[in-house]
């Protein structure tokens, strides 16, 4: 059953054999697995339980709803923008679809430099193979490209650099171009279409609107205690009170730390917060003749893989397309005034390339604030900075490659190319502060990394806390480097993982 907080109507006090703090990835797939199980399994989510029929297609009802701060969490800087989920199934909801397995380079960087033995390709390979048949995931055909994602198939091609068409986790996609505001018509398999109802027919309870604060140990038995918000107001209804032999904290790379530094729990390491990385992102648009229309068709299919560890040091960059919602284009768009008013005039004809960075020594931290939510910094170093110099490179080339007649970057002093030979001198005198680019995050990771040594981790191999038995984090904060690849497989196939044996273990914890 789910239970929102508008059905509340006074102190919740409960038991379950486990509870979980988060519906996202590994939140629900952890919930299904258990109680299947057989175990009493009770979820307790931040944000609302919505539906297709809830959703509108329109940003400001998906970012009112379905987004963390409305889409405007950031760092507090203000460098970076962190978009995230905040409804059930988490980020899943509103993601774009992109389903790619942790590439074999990554996880033997885990098993040398992390001990994780336990994560080779050959061992994740049936939870991959699992995740992969429970979500349909699939590559399209090249008809369902829309022009968007054709600049990077047909630029990537003709400039002889790598390219591949991504997995999506759909069915009967009607290609509406929805993904990121919640897909009216069921066909993205989300997790709150899959996991959850399925962890719901087998006994699970979930609670949306429920805000956990605390967590207690008390012996074997732990306590989770927080606020019932009503979800049209997001006003304190009362409070909630979970008790469990075993909890798993699911609330992301930003939520799970913070729940377990203000509950002073699992950090003798001192890494909780720490290691976070963030798949640094920033756009490069390009000017066409033609109506591209980048809200419109599959928002992602295409990839270009080319640069990722190319020079084999573990990091690199790959590009993908975004889709150009009109809010968070007219946020993104570079210039002010009547510069401004022409781009979003030349809105249809704009396509956009992102350039996501595998970092290697770029890194920030999540704390917890004076009002108890997280506090992000993020610092960007000068490999990676590197990487996302070249990235821009590369992608301005590809934007030119397919047919653009003009391409622009995200700097805030304009940064324009009319040609390709300009690119790589005006990248050089411009301005890389990190409030002198627009820079982005979907992929939040690595705040309580994963690890064989208790010094430098913060839970096993398992997702179980070294300090705490019975206390698992499973979600994308255990990532202990950045993945390279957008991050819902790994998170989904980790959490299969470690929730399959907790099941097989339970009593013994």
């Not at 899943?92 to 001990?115: C, Q, Y």
Request: neutral net charge; contains cysteine.
């Amino acid at each position: 059953m789910i239970v929102q907080g508008r059905d509340i109507t006074g102190p919740v006090r409960e038991s379950a054999d486990v509870c979980i703090v988060g519906s996202g990835c590994g939140g629900g797939a952890s919930a299904k697995i258990l109680a299947e199980a057989g175990k009493k399994v009770i979820v307790l989510e931040e944000g609302g339980h919505y539906t297709s029929k809830d959703f509108d297609s329109t940003e400001q009802t998906a970012y009112k709803n379905l987004y963390q701060q409305r889409a405007g969490q950031a760092t507090d800087d203000l460098s970076v923008t962190v978009l995230q989920g905040r409804c059930v199934g988490g980020s899943s909801t509103v993601n774009w679809t992109t389903s790619l397995r942790t590439p074999e380079f990554v996880l033997e960087a885990w098993k040398r430099d992390h001990g994780l033995v336990e994560y080779s390709s050959k061992e994740l390979e049936p939870y991959f193979e699992k995740v992969e048949r429970y979500l349909n995931i699939h590559k399209e055909p090249f008809e369902n490209h829309n022009p968007n994602n054709r600049i990077i198939l047909d630029g990537a091609k003709k400039l002889g650099y790598r390219s591949t068409v991504v997995g999506r986790n759909t069915d009967n996609c009607v290609k509406a171009g929805a993904c990121g505001l919640g897909c009216p018509f069921d066909a993205k398999k989300t997790v709150a279409i899959t996991y959850i109802p399925d962890a719901v027919r087998a006994g699970a309870t979930v609670f949306a609107n429920f805000r956990a604060n605390n967590i207690e140990v008390r012996g074997r038995t732990k306590q989770v205690s927080g606020v019932v918000f009503d979800q049209q107001t997001q006003k304190p209804k009362t409070d909630f009170l979970i008790e469990a032999p075993v909890i798993i904290v699911s609330a992301s790379a930003i939520n799970s730390p913070v729940l377990l530094l203000k509950s002073n729990l699992a950090n003798s390491s001192g890494q909780v917060g720490r290691n976070l990385t963030f798949h640094l992102t920033s756009a490069v648009l390009g000017l066409f003749d033609s109506i591209v229309y980048g809200a419109g068709g599959i928002p992602q299919s295409a990839m270009c893989d080319e640069f990722l560890n190319k020079n084999g040091d573990g990091g690199g960059f790959w590009l993908e397309a975004v889709p150009i919602y009109p809010t968070l284009a007219g946020l993104a768009l570079p210039g002010f005034g009547a510069f401004h008013r022409e781009m979003m005039h030349a809105y249809p004809h704009i396509g956009a390339t992102i350039v996501l960075v595998k970092e290697i020594d770029s890194s920030g931290r999540v704390t917890a604030n004076d009002e108890g939510r997280a506090s992000i910094s993020y610092s960007l170093r000068s490999r990676d900075l590197e990487y996302l110099q070249k990235g821009i490179e590369v992608a301005a080339s590809v934007q030119f490659a397919a047919g653009a007649k003009k391409v622009m970057t995200l700097h805030t002093r304009p940064t324009e190319f009319q040609s390709p030979a300009e690119v790589r001198k005006k990248l050089a005198s411009a301005d890389w502060g990190m409030n002198e680019i627009a820079l982005y995050s979907a992929h939040p990771l690595g705040t309580c990394r994963m690890g064989a040594d208790p010094k430098k981790s913060v839970v096993d191999a398992h997702c179980q806390s070294h300090d705490v038995k019975g206390l698992f984090v499973i979600d994308g904060s255990v990532t202990p480097t950045s993945l390279g690849v957008n991050p819902q497989v790994t998170i989904l196939a980790i959490a299969e993982k470690s929730a399959q044996w907790l099941a097989e273990h339970f009593s013994q914890l």
